[in-house]
């Protein structure tokens, strides 16, 4: 009787052990096995993209690429609660876009790119040339007024550059869109005056500048005559003493008549 009853209890106990493995789920029975992924290169923008895979986790994909769950979640616009999705694209990170070096082939030349050349630079240069009453050279602004009929020219030392113009009684001339370099300034003055400056100068002209230059010319001095005495004409002293002689001869013909009677 007592065996019976064992022999029962263990029928029951089996009974039971069946039923419960009957009712747990087969996730449970079978665990899945996710094998690690190898983190993905960054793309031609430099992101890092993942897509995600059935099994994925947050976590899993965290400790994969190893950035926070946190960091992974504001990548990724991603709520606390919020699962992941098989085929949805993480943003794991931003890294270093590796683009293919070229290779040379064997006997080819290298490219090389030509640098190009900088456009020169212009410049404006002005000129005066101004009425030096005192003759020092120096131009005084408040009381040397600008002098017309000066020929002004503008060249370089090649010849690129030959520009002319002529002076006013206003203000400067200037010449604009000059490129920049050296240039040469000459002035001509005008009929009765000196130059009381050089007529030329050399300066640099640099992109972006103005240049002014003055010049300075005085009138000239008229010139003093001095007079000269007049010289006697010869002949006029020829004729007196012909005349002298004549009346001589008179005087001695009328004194010879005068004794003959």
């Known amino acids: 009787m007592l065996m019976r009853r064992w022999r029962w209890a263990l029928l029951l106990l089996a009974l039971a052990a069946v039923a419960t493995l009957a009712r747990q789920p087969a996730a449970a029975r079978v665990p899945a096995v996710l094998t690690p992924f190898p983190t993905p290169t960054p793309g031609a923008d430099g ?38 999705q098989p085929g949805q694209i993480l943003i794991l990170g931003v890294g270093v876009s590796e683009k293919p070096t070229p290779t040379l082939q064997p006997g080819a030349p290298p490219t090389v790119t030509p640098t190009p050349t900088p456009e020169p630079g212009v410049g404006t240069l002005c000129v005066l040339l101004y009425d030096d009453e005192n ?26 550059v030959s520009l002319t113009a002529t002076t006013n009684a206003k203000d400067f001339v200037c010449f604009d869109d000059l490129k920049e370099g050296k240039y040469i ?10 130059p009381t400056t050089a007529p030329n100068v050399t300066l640099t002209l640099r992109p972006g500048d103005t240049t002014y230059v003055t010049f300075g010319a005085q009138r000239a001095a008229p010139a003093t005559t001095t007079a000269t005495p007049k010289r006697k004409s010869p002949l006029l002293g020829i004729v007196g ?21």
């Open 47 to 84: 992101v890092i993209r993942y897509k995600v895979q059935p099994g994925d986790t947050l976590w899993r994909v965290a400790a994969i690429a190893k950035v926070s769950v946190d960091e992974l979640r504001a990548l990724n616009n991603l709520r606390p609660d919020q699962p992941l």
């Open 135 to 160: 003759g020092n050279g120096l131009y005084e602004e408040d009381t040397e007024r600008p002098l017309a009929g000066g020929a002004v020219s503008v060249t370089t030392r090649v010849g690129s």
């Open 185 to 194: 300034v000459t002035i001509g003055v005008p009929k009765d005056y000196n």
């Open 241 to 261: 003493f012909v005349f002298l002689l004549g009346g001589v001869g008179l005087w001695v013909f009328a004194a010879r008549r005068m004794r003959g009677r």
